[in-house]
Every structure is written in C-alpha cells, then in structure tokens.
C-alpha cells in the first residue's frame, strides 16, 4: 500500500470545499500535482527560462538539456528503443490526431478498415472517423462483452487483412476495464495492420513496455499522472515515424528553407512544430521520477485494493448499479456507477455539497453510454493520494444523496 502521508506532497488537498475537507475521487479526468512538479516547473521559470536548440547562451544550453533530458526519461518510462521514437506534444488528443492525419492519410484507402471498439474515449473515435470519411474507408466497431471486456474470438472475427489500423485504449476511462493491448497488437499485426494504443488511462497506473507490447504508436498525457496540464506524447516505432510527414509546420522542425521547397529535421523534431513545450516537458520529467519513487507496481496494487473495497462497500447500497468487470483485478482504480432514479449530475452535486468531488456526464465516450443504455453516468476514480477514508467518505455521501433524494420524490 502507499504510504499513509502521501497527501502531504498534494498541496492542493489541504483544504475545504464547502466546509468539508476535500477528498478528490476525479483523477481519470486529471490528476492532483505534488509538491516536486510544482517546484520543478517553477524552478525552470526562475532559473532557467529560455527557447531551446537556438542559442548558444547558457540559460538557452540549460533549458535544451532539461527538455531533452526529460524526453530521455519518457524514453525509460516506456522503454522504448531510442529518444527518436518520443515526440512531446499537447496531450493523447493531439498524439492520435498526429497519427491519424499523417500516417493514416498516407497509408489508408477506400474500402480499407479502420478498427476501434465501443469503449473508446471520442478522442480515439473522432480522428478516425474524419479519416474514414476523407478516404472513404470502412470504421468498424469491436463489439463488448457483457461485463465491458474484449474478447479476443471478436478482435479476430472483426480485424481482416483489410485492416489497416487496429485503434485501442489501454484502460477504459469509464468501464476501469484493462484491455490485452498485447494480444491485439499481435492479432492486428498478423493481418499487416498497425496497433495504436490509447494509453491515456494507463500510463498513469501501470508499468509500460512498448516494445513488448509491440505497439507502433502510443499516446498519453501528463495531467493525468501528476504532470502538467498541455504536454504529452507520441511515441511511435522509429521505422513508421521515419516514413510520416510532419502535420504542423514552421520554426524548429525544418532543417533547410528555400523560397519553394523545405526540408524537415531528423526524428523527433519534425514534429515538434514552434515553440516546444518546454516547462511542460520538465514538469513531466520530474512526476515520472515521482511516480517511479513510488513504484508503479505498488501504485498499481493499491488501485486496485481502492478499486476492490470500493466495490465492496458501494454494493452494500440499494439501487446503485456499477458498470465494468466485476473482479477489481481486471479494472484499473475507478468505478463508475448511477444511483437509480437519481441523475449522476444531481449525486456529484450532493458529493460536491459534502467536499467529494467526482465526476459526471458521458466521459467524452457518448457510443460506450449508448452501449450501456444510459444517458450519463457518475464516475470515481483513485489515485495514489486516495485511502480508504476517502472511500467511507464517498458511500457515506451517496447514502446521504439516497435519502435526500428519496425525501424529495
């Protein structure tokens, strides 16, 4: 389990919310910053604050080595094979637009398939979709289990040798499901298509290997593991990147500019258009060496013990369904939920009256709620700051919201 003062380094979770201390169960949607992120980025701002791989002066040869310092600890964090294959940019968001737009406008035709599943964050549905349209290609779904999960007779009957992206989220953002990235990619690979990975939700709890899941593109995001907000990465298979043309275009990615033609610099800065995020890429270097103080298989373990005695103490309340695997150890550290006759936006109001915070609506994944048959649903997500206070806290609340419910109606 992770230690017991670990909310001490969470400065922003010493405090009240509407006269109740805060307990934050809303980190699938962004994650608390410690204390050494805070004062990571806001050293670079007092010491160090220059543009990078221009100039010769000091502060201009500090911040370059911050920023590529930090892209050397992405590399580590995921294992990949070289800095070349870690491309800094907005967030998964923009990561698999990047995808999309570049390697799929060049190597998806008509009548091709790109294959995604309900689950999907719209992030990972939208892109597709566009490129679909654009290229008159075929957007297949992978049907769900009934308890959220893939299977993988219905990732084979679904991906064919017209297959030629195979796009799916490691951890569902809303089912907590943890999907066999791994097995995909070998499936998808077996009929000549490529394995993009939603890490978004992953890489914030789970130890990442790219190279034995044997992805070709793998995107996530810092707010969500204790960096920064407006910086993320790409990382895709040196070979693959090599191949694709950047999709933003002027300072720092060119290596030579004429009147009518240009040329792009080596991987990774032809796609690291502008300005890069500089602050951003240093706040995300020092939350991976705070997660990785920490250890990811620990973190992983306490989500999974917050996941299971949620789970345990939310059924003990009448009414309350919970979507998503049933065994905690196929979930990652969330459980999304409604309140039966209640609408998940009036039970986050009742928890937010009580110092809870959770979140509610459809997650940006409107065909997973179709799927489920509802509208909305409320959703409590763990973090390595959370305990099993926080999840007495939240049960006492719904009770509260029940009954306060049930006395209105």
Request: charge should be negative; proline fraction near 3%.
């Amino acid at each position: 389990m992770i230690q017991k003062d670990i909310k001490s380094y969470f400065p922003i979770l010493n405090q009240e919310v509407n006269g109740y201390p805060l307990v934050y169960l809303d980190s699938a949607a962004t994650s608390q910053k410690p204390i050494q992120v805070i004062e990571a980025i806001e050293k670079y701002y007092k010491m160090d604050n220059s543009n990078v791989h221009r100039g010769v002066h000091t502060l201009g040869n500090r911040a370059t080595e911050e920023y590529e310092g930090a892209r050397e600890t992405v590399r580590q964090f995921i294992r990949a094979s070289s800095t070349e294959e870690i491309i800094f940019m907005r967030g998964t968001t923009t990561a698999i637009n990047t995808v999309a737009s570049s390697y799929g406008k060049a190597n998806v035709e008509e009548g091709d398939e790109i294959v995604i599943s309900y689950m999907e964050h719209h992030s990972n549905i939208i892109p597709w979709q566009q490129l679909a349209k654009e290229k008159g290609a075929i957007l297949k779904y992978i049907d769900l289990e009934e308890d959220g999960t893939l299977s993988l007779e219905k990732v084979r009957a679904t991906i064919t040798n017209k297959t030629k992206i195979v796009s799916i989220m490691y951890v569902s953002n809303v089912l907590g499901t943890m999907n066999p990235i791994q097995d995909i990619a070998k499936i998808a690979h077996e009929h000549g298509a490529v394995m993009v990975v939603d890490g978004a939700q992953a890489a914030p709890h789970v130890k990442i290997d790219v190279q034995q899941l044997d992805c070709d593109f793998f995107a996530f995001s810092g707010h969500k593991m204790c960096g920064p907000t407006g910086i993320g990465v790409l990382y895709g298979k040196k070979s693959l990147l090599e191949q694709m043309e950047p999709v933003e275009f002027g300072g720092e990615m060119i290596d030579f500019v004429g009147l009518y033609e240009s040329t792009w610099k080596e991987l990774p800065w032809k796609f690291e258009g502008g300005t890069p995020i500089i602050a951003g890429a240093v706040g995300l270097a020092a939350a991976i060496k705070f997660l990785e103080e920490i250890g990811l298989d620990t973190i992983e373990r306490h989500e999974h013990a917050m996941a299971a005695y949620a789970m345990e103490r939310m059924q003990t309340i009448d009414g309350l369904t919970i979507y998503g695997p049933k065994d905690p150890e196929k979930r990652a550290g969330l459980v999304t939920f409604n309140l039966s006759d209640v609408h998940p936006h009036d039970v986050a109001t009742v928890l937010d009256m009580n110092g809870i915070a959770v979140r509610a609506g459809h997650h940006c994944a409107q065909p997973l709620m179709k799927w489920l048959d509802v509208s909305a649903t409320a959703r409590a997500s763990f973090y390595v700051y959370n305990d099993e206070a926080d999840i007495d806290r939240l049960v006492d609340g719904l009770q509260s919201a029940k009954e306060y419910f049930n006395d209105v109606y």
